[in-house]
């Protein structure tokens, strides 16, 4: 086979002020098979590429916070999206994950010393989403992979 693939991706970082920061990422891919040799024909026009969104991008807002006896706290919202995406050759719609977005968010306390102290959360709206997956015709067996169901964490570490 042979393919073309245009895109871009661009990546920012705005220092908004003393204490605010916004970054962000934005991809755009345009994958596109010129031959595909199927059975002696060229399916290239009805084949798409795997794992391949048209679009996914990101968003953190930042917010750090310094504290009058040392250390700090940073406080961060971040937003992901990305559209739909096939994971096997035969475009099941099935198996393909449609677009999604995921909000995280986290707080973070530097006391100044040996101890920070975090409080973490990913995947907020408890979004189901699929990862990866395969479609194997010949057994009649469709399995896909999930990513993680929402979480928060709360951890401590202590630096010597």
Known sequence: GKATIDGMENEFAWQMGDRWTLSGNLSYLH?????YISGGVNIAATSKFTYAPKWNGGL????HFPLAHGGDVAA?????YQTLVYFDQNLSPVLAQGAYGLVNAGVIW???GAWTYSL????LADKHYRTSGFNIIALGMITGYYGPPRMIT?????QF
Do not use: H
Request: glycine fraction near 8%; avoid cysteine.
């Open 31 to 35: 994958p596109r098979y010129t031959q």
């Open 60 to 63: 953190t807002l930042w917010k």
């Open 76 to 80: 961060r919202l971040n937003v992901t």
């Open 110 to 112: 530097r006391t100044g």
């Open 120 to 123: 973490e959360g990913s995947n």
């Open 154 to 158: 709360a951890s401590a570490r202590y």
